[in-house]
């Protein structure tokens, strides 16, 4: 059995969230603000993912940017029957869900390996969302989920093998599960 270790921590301003970084932890995700009353005005019963960016990350170590986007759309559209829709099923108006990726960091496997357990070398990643009304553009929701792993409990660190790409597409795939959620669940979407 491989027990892998995952924590969110407390997500940090960016010049994406340019001061507008939900304070509020969600239900799954870190920080989640909804404006409900825009939302049911709107009758906004869907939301479609958009766009899943870069903001300003670059390549790291065995994992390139692109690899480190796909893993968060997988996570994002995991659940559905579409590429497209990240969720909504009733009739209403669909709202459009913007992703970026602001920190990718795969940490360091040698340090994981001799010191992980006391918080070293774990890998990180922050991951930021907007929804927006689609024909306005005006915000009605902010998402974001910072999370660090350090698979010291698992098979995945040793002084021979980068495990810093395995446990990036985790805790990729988890983020993108737990914004998916999050939507859902604020929105009241099956």
């Known amino acids: 059995m491989i027990l892998l270790v995952s924590c969110t921590s407390t ?3 960016t010049d ?5 970084l939900p304070r509020t932890p969600g239900t799954y995700i870190d920080g989640a603000w909804f404006d409900f009353s825009k939302i049911a005005e709107l009758g906004i019963t869907g939301v479609e993912l958009t766009s899943v960016e870069p903001f300003r990350v670059s390549d790291v170590k065995n994992i390139t940017v692109d690899e480190a986007l796909n ?3 997988e996570g994002l559209t995991e659940r559905q029957t579409t590429d497209q829709i990240l969720a909504g099923g009733k009739s209403g108006a669909v709202a459009e869900l913007e992703v970026v990726l602001t920190e990718l960091d795969p940490g360091s496997t040698r340090t994981r390996f001799w010191a992980g357990e006391f918080g070293a070398g774990h890998a990180w990643i922050q991951v930021e969302g907007i929804i927006k009304e689609a024909e306005t553009g005006s915000v009605v929701g902010r998402l974001v989920q910072r999370t660090r792993i350090s698979g010291v409990f698992g098979l995945h660190n040793s002084r021979a093998k980068d495990s810093g790409p395995v446990l990036v597409r985790q805790i990729l795939l988890k983020a993108g599960r737990a914004f998916q959620s999050e939507v859902a669940t604020a929105l009241s979407i099956e």
Do not use: T
Request: charged share 25%.
């Open 71 to 73: 893993w968060l759309r």
């Open 11 to 13: 997500p940090i301003e």
């Open 16 to 20: 994406y969230s340019q001061g507008e």
